[in-house]
């Protein structure tokens, strides 16, 4: 019983993380701040969830295929964060004349 | 304790339905991307919590395949956006 209660609050916690993402995404003004809204606040709220998910989980194999998920989410986010903010960063940044 | 599993991925699910938007109007590729990015990370949260609710281990592996190709899709989107296919974003051109 006590494992279902952490593991619900878990889950709320995930959910308001991802919530807040959202909300980043749609509401931040330019790219480079919607990125950072996206790649590190959802994969936290995904932390939570598969956190929520493993306090509940039967056997340590399952736990640790939980874990492989959301690691390979956070490695997968940390290099689309770097490509994609470099691929959207102006051309002249740091040049002549300054950023865009 | 299903049904409040069934209302957390029910939450994600809205989430990301409204994060299409930013998809829909950009207004760089960028930011649509983006909107697709978290489609891919919602979508491992909510089979996570699928898994939570039907326990069948098969939905792990789903979501494990899930993650992988959001960051190929990112992967390929940079590549393409760079002006000689290469995928060094900084590169002169």
Redesign the interface.
């Known amino acids: 019983m006590m494992a279902?209660y952490a593991?619900?609050v878990l889950?709320?916690l995930?959910?308001i993380f991802?919530?807040a993402?959202?909300l980043g995404?749609?509401r931040f003004p330019d790219?480079h701040s919607?990125?950072h809204a996206?790649?590190k606040a959802?994969?936290l709220?995904?932390g939570f969830?598969?956190a929520?998910?493993a306090v509940?989980a039967g056997d340590v194999w399952?736990v640790l295929?939980?874990l492989?998920?959301w690691i390979?989410?956070l490695?997968?986010?940390t290099?689309?964060a770097q490509?994609?903010a470099?691929?959207?960063?102006p051309r002249n940044i740091g040049g002549e004349g300054g950023g865009g | 304790?299903a049904e409040?599993?069934y209302f957390?991925a029910l939450?994600?699910l809205a989430?990301?339905a409204?994060?299409l938007?930013?998809t829909l109007k950009g207004p760089?590729r960028?930011?649509r991307?983006?909107?697709t990015?978290?489609v891919g990370?919602?979508g491992?949260?909510i089979l996570?919590?699928l898994?939570?609710i039907h326990g069948q281990?098969g939905v792990?592996d789903v979501?494990?395949l899930l993650?992988?190709l959001?960051?190929f899709a990112?992967?390929g989107?940079?590549k393409s956006?760079?002006p000689d296919g290469a995928g060094d974003?900084?590169e002169e051109g």
């Open positions: 279902a593991s619900a889950i709320a995930g959910l991802f919530l993402g959202t995404l749609l790219a919607r990125l996206l790649t959802d994969n709220g995904l969830i598969v929520g998910a509940q399952t295929k939980l492989l998920i390979l989410a490695i997968a986010s290099t689309v490509l994609i470099r691929s959207a960063a | 304790m409040f599993h957390a939450a994600i989430s990301t409204i994060s938007w930013r760089t960028a930011d991307m983006m909107g990015l978290l990370t919602g491992v949260a996570v919590l898994f939570l281990s792990l979501a494990l993650a992988l959001a960051a990112a992967v989107f940079v956006v760079s974003p900084e």
